[in-house]
């Protein structure tokens, strides 16, 4: 059956958000800065799982991607060359009446959704942030802040190929900010003005791109599937050729059903020769590749899949609530996968008896070097566990009398609430192995 979050849902995800630490206002004792997010303590912990998940998934259990992590100011040409200066652009309208401005292509109706009043025309509003570089400030020393990660792989194509001596097909992927000046930022952390993304370049031999493209669509479909968003809840969607970017020949788009409805959680896009022939042409530098096998020498074709980790954390944290009947009460619980959960295990023991509590520090301390591991021994054992639950800790671990005994402690798996007894000396290989392997 498919469980799709209704929008009542979103006020009480909002409020655990705040309640328990995932996701602030930023700025918020100064009244807040529009549609600027701070992740608290857990929130901060769900994010870094999320992209150590997609770093592990794209390079490290891969040969064939390197990473980058290039900065995020960059020579202004970079942004010539790519068509951001030229066609980074969304059409702005502004009401005659209230002066509030939208961007026409989202707009339902020719009136102004705040006082009915009429819209001027359309006019391109330009996407990217703009700041100065050194103390001077006119356009001679413009900069922007990146808007995408993608052209610093780009322009470091022949960098990483010389250094890394690899061969095509090969890519490149990086984790970083990108800002851009939305005409109408909102749904929370789903469209912001800074934001993270994560992206890889991959670059293929022409005439293979369209095989390659068809690997990372499902390679990255499987990579949300597999850290637990519902099957139900994603789809693909293909771009129509009006929809097509400047750059792409062919585009999927892996879209999640939002409580506000289906949004975009990543591209994957055939880039084809676009960037490096166009950064080829702007800087005069030479960045094609020769091929041994074949003594051909030719531009790569690029396989873009490019993914925002602000969305996709929140995909994956909306999808894991559910309110489950526990007794006469309801038990609130993040199903999130065990590798992204803020907190693998907590350690609790029984009560604040003196003899239990040195004990489970002991406990805590064992498992704290190995695993994001959390102490508790705060009010009953029973709502202790709802505190984890609700924050979607797979793993609890109870040291309770029987322990100073038989050196035994109880693990509580968040899911099934089975509990197992497990001797404390085995505990971390048993929990990390659980981690690893979900057994
Ligand atoms: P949209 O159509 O939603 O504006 P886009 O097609 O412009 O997105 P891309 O340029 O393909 O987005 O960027 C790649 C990814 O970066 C997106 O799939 C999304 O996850 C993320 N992203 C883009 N813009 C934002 C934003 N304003 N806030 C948060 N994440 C974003």
């Known amino acids: 059956m498919v469980r799709v979050l209704p929008h009542a849902d979103m006020d009480k995800m909002l409020s655990l ?3 328990r630490g ?6 918020e004792i100064y009244g807040g ?9 857990l929130g901060v912990e769900l994010k870094r799982n999320v992209k150590e998940a997609w ?4 390079v490290r259990e891969r040969d064939d991607v390197v990473g980058l992590d290039s900065a995020i100011l960059m020579h202004p040409r970079i942004w010539e060359a790519s068509g951001h200066v030229e066609n980074f652009t969304d059409p702005l309208v502004e009401c005659r009446q209230c002066n509030r401005r939208f961007r026409s292509d989202q707009l339902e109706t020719g009136a102004c959704p705040d006082c009915g009043g009429e819209f001027t025309d359309p006019r391109r509003f330009n996407l990217m942030f703009r700041t100065f570089m050194g103390p001077v400030e006119d356009t001679s020393h413009e900069v922007f802040l990146r808007p995408e990660t993608a052209q610093g792989i780009f322009v470091n194509f022949p960098n990483v190929l010389n250094s890394s001596r690899k061969k095509l097909p090969f890519g490149i992927a990086q984790i970083g900010k990108a800002f851009r000046n939305e005409i109408t930022p909102g749904n929370f ?3 912001t003005r800074e934001f993270e993304q994560m992206e890889v370049e991959f670059f293929v031999k022409p005439g293979t791109d369209e095989e390659w493209l068809d690997r990372w669509v499902q390679s990255r479909f499987d990579w949300y599937v597999r850290h637990g968003i519902r099957r139900d809840n994603l789809r693909l969607r293909r771009h129509e050729g009006d929809e097509l970017a400047h750059y792409a020949k062919d585009t999927y788009d892996i879209e999640y059903r939002f409580p506000w409805g289906w949004g975009e959680l990543e591209g994957i896009a055939d880039r084809t020769d676009f960037d490096l022939g166009r950064h ?4 005069g530098e030479e960045l094609t590749y020769f091929d041994d096998e074949t003594r051909e020498r030719y531009l790569p074709y690029v396989i873009e899949p490019s993914g925002g980790v602000d969305r996709a954390t929140l995909a994956f944290w909306l999808d894991s609530f559910d309110e489950e009947p526990d007794g006469n009460a309801t038990r609130t619980v993040l199903h999130l996968h065990r590798k992204l959960a803020p907190v693998t295990v907590a350690v609790l023991p029984l009560s604040r008896n003196e003899r239990l509590v040195p004990t489970a520090r002991a406990v805590y301390d064992q498992l704290r070097r190995v695993l994001n591991a959390q102490y508790d021994d705060a009010q009953s054992i029973g709502r202790r566990y709802r505190r984890q639950d609700e924050i979607g800790t797979p793993y609890c671990v109870t040291v309770d009398f029987d322990t100073l005994d038989d050196h035994a402690v109880t693990i509580r798996d968040r899911d099934t609430m089975h509990q197992d007894r497990v001797p404390v000396s085995a505990l971390s290989r048993i929990l990390q192995d659980k981690v690893e392997h979900g057994w």
Request: glycine share 6%.
């Open 22 to 27: 995932f996701i602030f206002a930023s700025s």
């Open 189 to 191: 952390t789903f469209r």
């Open 33 to 41: 800065l529009g549609s600027t997010y701070d992740y608290g303590p």
């Open 280 to 283: 080829a042409e702007y800087s």
């Open 55 to 58: 770093w592990s998934s794209v």
């Open 17 to 19: 958000s705040k309640r």
